[in-house]
């Protein structure tokens, strides 16, 4: 107990290294320790192992409010939104005064669409319950970081817009601002537990992953929507440059469009398939993501878009049909980025209702 004690107490020194290797010599076997040893793996940014050792501390003592709230945690961090709802309630059934099951439970009801109110009265509570704003701070939090490469971005977006600087220096705000955003791109989509490295975090989220959405079920689909999403995306990338080249009188070469346009249609779709079999598993491609009616909505409208891209090659299409074109690409990014996701999760929470419908 001393050792998850001392690995939870440099977990929040950030000694990220430390708790970790202290946490592997630790051996929980009690309900107590596995939530404790759960707590500091989810400061640790690590909800993937966190989670089965919660698990096992709620079904050795399902009344330990400790283990829900690791639950509840864990599941908020893996976007288990449902699940972590439902953990947070049993832990403020258990605990009513305790501040973090009402933490918990106002942190996973505030991502949940028409509950803002409910999430703001949990919150109040862990407040008032845990003596300041302190009570609030959630375990697992990013790096703040993140924020201050969020922060260098919007600088140097805004140096480049405004201003009449010389031309070296405008090209050095450009430079700047594309390492910021490539840094940014990295800080949202890398893997963030703290004390591994790199093939060590890759390698533990790919089976959990696999453990967690192999199954299917709603948490998954928003999975395959989130998977898809940024591939839609690269198709409308790439029909916004081939007809932005046309719109500005080059469009490509008849002998250059006809082989790359369909080849590199199909390298993105083998690329796409590839890479949701290495992050998620090839039962999650087999039985979640290739037969969801977005992945067909997806081949649909790229084929749409590449195969016009083709049409305007043959023929001798003026500037207006490649600005239309140009305009389709731009509307597909948007959808593809944002729409995609949204849309999983606005049919799953339909299909739901509509089952509970069904039961009623």
Not at 34 to 40: E, K, M, N, Q
Not at 47 to 59: I, S, T
Not at 320 to 340: D, E, P, Y
């Amino acid at each position: 107990m001393e050792v998850l004690l001392r690995a939870r107490e440099l977990a929040a020194a950030r000694k990220y290294r430390e708790s970790r290797a202290l946490l592997e010599r630790a051996e929980p076997e009690s309900a107590e320790e596995l939530s404790l040893a759960a707590s500091v793996l989810i400061q640790l940014r690590d909800p993937e192992a966190a989670l089965p050792l919660a698990e096992r501390a709620v079904r050795l003592a399902p009344d330990d409010w400790q283990g829900w709230v690791a639950v509840a945690d864990a599941d908020l961090l893996l976007r288990r939104v449902d699940a972590a709802v439902a953990a947070a309630r049993v832990a403020v059934r258990l605990v009513p005064d305790e501040a973090a099951p009402h933490r918990a439970l106002g942190a996973a009801l505030n991502k949940v669409l028409g509950c803002g109110r409910e999430a703001r009265q949990e919150l109040k509570r862990a407040k008032e319950l845990g003596g300041g704003r302190k009570a609030l701070l959630m375990p697992g939090r990013p790096s703040p970081w993140g924020f201050a490469v969020l922060a260098v971005f919007v600088v140097f977006s805004v140096l480049t817009l405004v201003g009449d600087w010389p031309d070296g220096l405008k090209s050095a705000f450009q430079i700047l601002r594309a390492v910021s955003f490539l840094g940014l791109l990295f800080f949202l989509r890398a893997p963030r537990r703290a004390g591994l490295a790199w093939r060590a975090r890759t390698a533990g989220m790919r089976a959990a992953n696999e453990r967690l959405y192999g199954g299917g079920g709603r948490e998954a689909s928003v999975k395959a929507a989130e998977a898809l999403a940024p591939w839609g995306a690269a198709v409308g990338g790439c029909t916004m440059l081939l007809a932005g080249l046309g719109s500005s009188g080059n469009p490509l070469p008849l002998w250059v469009a006809l082989p790359v346009v369909p080849i590199g249609g199909c390298l993105l779709l083998v690329a796409a398939r590839r890479w949701v079999r290495w992050w998620y598993g090839e039962r999650f491609l087999r039985e979640v993501f290739a037969p969801d009616d977005l992945v067909r909505v997806h081949l649909v409208v790229s084929g749409a878009l590449l195969g016009g891209v083709l049409l305007l090659a043959l023929g001798d299409a003026g500037e207006r049909q490649w600005r239309v074109l140009v305009l389709g690409g731009v509307g597909w990014f948007v959808l593809a980025s944002i729409g995609t996701p949204l849309a999983a999760a606005v049919r799953d929470g339909v299909r739901e209702d509509r089952e509970k419908g069904a039961d009623v």
